[in-house]
């Protein structure tokens, strides 16, 4: 069955509750976005007094055909809470008790009106309309004056009641009608969650698979929009973080869709939607839990229920949201604490409300009504819930309006996936989302599955029998390709290699830049570096190699104002710079190094500087020049800062001899392409994206699954993705998740971008003998006015030697990201207007065309190359972690027995030559090996 790409935003019971049924159904690519920090949504145990406490959800509310219930019984983590309302100390405001019999009655009375379900049915418009006209009649039939104190009393206290029950700021906008929707699960409505409390239910719903969910859940990760269409979604969080999928399950709250759905979703959602997120309410029902040095109240005294009398309602200057508490209530485990309840408008005031102002303001009250009998202590601390301030909330639970009554919209239309009848894209879950368990825990996690069993079903009637080979590669860039070349010339089985992009190759990428056939421009790796080493060797054979060398950082190293740095000035800073890059090679083997790369290489350039009592003119000159190797090394390690480069590692590259900057007659595609054709035919498939590759401890085999339904299965799986989409993707790509220590190396590698911008002239403006220049800024004005930030990173523009009339710029790190952003004729303008500033030349033409690279855009690659960084310092883990194979056991064999299934290769790899084509080459053909030899070993060739 082929597993997509799945996104869940909120680990809520609902998102829980889906993750936990597609996992443990093999749909393991699932990332799960969590606004909080912490799981649970409107589940909220914490701890307070000698126990804990539920800030959200309290109660199981009835046992049969509830989900909930059944989950907690089967783990004996249920039990019967003490807290009955019916039995609760009915008071007055002005102290007087109410008669426990009178209470009784007039609560059997409006249970009986709430409950009419015949009624409810026939009546229009709002439950507070119909209460009231209904209880007045009934109450009248029993021989109860309803006008009394305590019986208006009474009822004003039960507005506020059922207004929590149904989580609504008034029952005059609750359908009287709607509520039938709603449906009691027969049994106890009261059990509670014993120790540990309802925080439990999570780790039942995840049961064996809640390791593997946990590292899946991202924490304060909001999204911001989901840009969907008919075949898949995008994920944008707040944070910038974009993410694809194949479906989207939206489980937010309904005030969050209330507050968002017409920026969140792109295209907007269709009417009956929104009718559905305006129409459906959700209102404010908090929580005060108050802590107090000794129980006052009596042992049997489940609490106290708040009635006012007329004369003695509190206005909103008297702190009026004290007068919508409608009761403090025992808590079950925690005899020291009560539990104050408040719901709709005065929640939300309660809420901006200091804890000092909320617990003296309890006090008050609690001495108000129960001064008379009780001799109340101060409370020592409080905790209270904030579910309407919080923006990821806006609201404790749904309930049905008479809005929606009118315009007809419902949970299901809310619940209806996008697109529809196809294949569900955009998916809604969440108790609001439940025709008839809204409101409930029970009825989160029935949407949850619900949208799980959605997706099964759409995945299993569009699977597609998988595909069988020895080895299945991923990537089809130099890696891929080396591997490809040695399991081909060892003949061991049958490969494919599985190639996101609709060419092989990977960052080598060579754009013809006429119609010739001769003249191309290198978009990635620009040259062979050196001559020992297996693709200089395959070039050289396959005469493919161009005649012409080039070099870097030639050129005139100019000022803004037209002047050049003298020659001395440029010589004596490289040679400074270069000693001090070579002494660094020293700290590989010391166990003591600088900080950093950058830090080591600025304290000794200033010592230096230092030492040599320039004049103030010469000085700044050497420190403008100092500058621009600061963005010359930020470009050739593809990092943002040199802050972060090892200087421990820097000794690890070796450069394997020879010249150093070969060139290509045709492109440096031509020796992909020279790769690809000695490759057995229709091995490599193009437009073939890897979703996930999921293997087992328990069996010799990996499956990888592609985002066009495709399946191979394999006996190993060589990985050859660049270590920018390995950063991105390794919580999703695999499945289970590869080692802590992989996934660390993969954290704490480097790999940012470097970009390329070609300017091509239709004639050449520059004399032969010029090389180019070096844009040299003053080092102390870091954003020069008028001129982008980006554009003050270009560390120059040098002469292609190859072609006519082609100049060359690179930007490294944050900036080359910023160039991405930019048009083409944005691009050309402005590096026009900096070469003639520079050369204090007016007359030079704009580029008849401009070709560059957009690398950390490709979201195949997400930059340039790797460096090692600092990070490895401090972990101490090598990168040769990531190297090793994954190993599983083999049919039939004992447990020491070893079959690699799962190898990663790359340039990142390479313990010596990161960042170069041969090291990613070397990569992928070592790991190719380790399946020769094992086949080798066991005759299976």
């Not at 802050?643 to 070969?662: I, M, P, Q, V």
């Not at 394999?714 to 920018?724: E, F, N, Q, R």
């Not at 993969?746 to 790999?751: A, F, S």
């Amino acid at each position: 069955m082929f597993t997509p790409k799945v996104v869940i935003v909120g680990a809520g019971a609902a998102g829980i509750a889906a993750a936990s049924r597609l996992v443990a159904n093999n749909v393991c690519n699932v990332t799960i976005l969590e606004a909080e920090s912490r799981i649970g949504g409107r589940i909220y145990t914490s701890s307070f007094g000698d126990g804990v406490v539920e800030l959200g959800a309290q109660w199981v509310h009835g046992e049969d055909n509830n989900v909930a219930h059944s989950l907690g019984n089967s783990a004996q983590l249920l039990g019967d809470d003490s807290y009955d309302i019916t039995t609760a100390h009915y008071v007055l405001s002005d102290g007087k008790m109410l008669n426990p019999d009178d209470a009784a009655d007039l609560f059997t009375s409006c249970i009986e009106v709430a409950h009419d379900e015949h009624k409810l049915c026939n009546s229009p418009g709002s439950f507070g309309k119909y209460f009231n006209e209904s209880i007045k009649e009934k109450l009248s039939n029993k021989g109860i004056d309803y006008k009394t104190t305590s019986a208006e009393g009474f009822l004003a206290w039960y507005e506020r009641f059922q207004n929590s029950i149904d989580g609504s700021d008034s029952w005059f906008e609750t359908s009287a009608a709607g509520l039938q929707q709603y449906r009691e699960c027969e049994g106890n409505s009261l059990t509670r969650w014993k120790t540990g409390g309802y925080k439990n239910i999570f780790k039942i719903l995840m049961g064996n698979n809640e390791e593997q969910l946990k590292k899946q859940i991202i924490y304060n990760k909001k999204v911001k929009s989901i840009v969907w269409n008919q075949q898949q979604a995008e994920v944008i969080c707040t944070d910038g973080q974009k993410l694809t999928a194949d479906h989207v399950l939206v489980t937010v709250s309904l005030g969050v869709l209330k507050e968002t759905h017409f920026d969140m979703f792109s295209p907007p959602l269709p009417m009956q939607k929104v009718n559905a997120i305006q129409g459906l309410a959700i209102g404010t029902v908090d929580k005060i839990f108050i802590k107090f040095p000794y129980r006052w109240w009596p042992l049997d005294c489940p609490g106290f229920s708040l009635l006012w009398r007329k004369n003695d309602i509190l206005h909103e200057d008297q702190g009026g949201w004290m007068g919508e508490v409608f009761g403090f209530y025992s808590v079950d485990d925690n005899p020291l604490v009560m539990c104050g309840w408040v719901v709709g408008s005065a929640a939300r005031h309660m809420e901006q409300c200091s804890d000092d102002q909320v617990r003296d303001s309890c006090y008050q009250l609690l001495k108000k009504f129960l001064g008379a009998h009780y001799d109340i202590p101060p409370p020592q601390y409080i905790l209270r819930s904030k579910w309407h301030i919080n923006p990821n909330f806006r609201g404790s639970y749904s309930h049905r309006t008479v809005l929606s009554d009118k315009t007809n919209a419902w949970a299901s239309d809310l619940s209806s996936p996008l697109p529809q009848p196809d294949k569900p894209v955009l998916m809604f879950g969440g108790e609001a989302t439940h025709n008839h368990f809204y409101s409930t825990v029970h009825g989160a996690i029935e949407t949850g599955w619900r949208e799980a069993d959605r997706l099964l079903s759409y995945l299993h009637k569009s699977s597609r029998p998988p595909h069988k080979y020895s080895v299945v590669i991923v990537g089809a860039g130099m890696a891929g390709l080396g591997a490809a070349t040695t399991l081909a010339s060892a003949g061991v089985g049958s490969f494919v290699i599985l190639e996101a992009q609709d060419r092989a190759g990977g960052r080598v990428s060579s754009v013809a830049v006429d119609n010739t056939g001769q003249n191309y421009i290198e978009l990635g790796a620009q040259w062979i570096h050196g001559e020992n080493n297996p693709v200089f060797q395959l070039a050289k054979q396959a005469d493919l190699l161009s005649s012409v060398t080039s070099d870097e950082g030639q050129g005139m190293y100019l000022k803004p104002t037209g002047e050049q740095v003298p020659l001395s000035v440029v010589q004596e800073v490289a040679g400074v710079v270069g000693n001090i890059l070579e002494d660094c090679c020293q700290f590989v083997d010391e166990p003591d190094v600088p900080e950093s790369l950058g830090h080591f290489l600025t304290t000794k350039f200033n010592e230096h500087l230092e030492s040599c009592n320039d004049p103030p003119e010469i000085r700044k000159d050497k420190l403008d020049i100092f500058d621009w190797h600061i963005r010359f090394q930020v470009i050739d390690n593809s990092c943002n800062h040199l802050n972060t480069l090892s200087a421990k590692a820097w000794g690890l590259y070796e450069f394997c001899g020879g010249a150093d900057y070969n060139n290509l007659k045709q492109g440096y595609s031509s020796v992909v392409q020279h790769l690809v054709d000695n490759l057995p035919s229709h091995s490599i498939k193009t437009n073939c994206v890897v979703k996930l590759v999921k293997y087992s401890s328990d069996v010799p085999y990996a499956t990888v699954f592609c985002e066009n339904g495709e399946e191979y299965v394999a006996d190993h799986v060589i990985v050859t993705s660049s270590l920018g989409f390995l950063k991105e993707n390794v919580h999703s790509l695999f499945c289970p998740p590869l080692s802590p220590e992989k996934i660390q190396v993969i954290q704490d590698m480097g790999y940012d971008t470097i970009n390329k911008i070609f300017l091509v002239y239709d004639t050449q403006w520059w004399p032969s003998h010029f090389k180019g220049i070096q844009l040299i800024w003053d080092s102390e004005e870091k954003e020069d006015q008028g001129y982008q930030s980006w554009l003050r990173h270009v560390s120059g523009f040098d002469v292609v030697t190859t072609l006519q009339g082609v100049l060359l710029g690179w930007v490294g790190g944050e900036a080359a990201m910023q160039m991405e952003t930019q048009s083409d004729q944005d691009i050309a303008q402005l590096c026009t207007s900096v070469i003639r500033k520079f050369m204090n030349q007016q007359d030079i033409p704009a580029p008849a065309h401009i070709f560059r690279s957009k690398w950390h855009s490709n979201r195949f690659i997400r930059g340039g190359y790797s460096h090692t960084t600092n990070k490895f310092d401090k972990n101490n883990i090598s990168p040769g972690e990531l190297a090793k194979p994954v190993y599983v056991k083999k049919y039939n064999s004992d447990e020491n027995a070893k079959h690699p299934v799962l190898l990663i290769a790359g340039e990142a790899l390479h313990c010596k030559y990161f960042s170069t084509t041969h090291g990613a080459y070397l990569s992928g053909a070592q790991q190719a090996q380790v399946i020769i030899d094992y086949a080798t070993k066991d005759r299976l060739v």
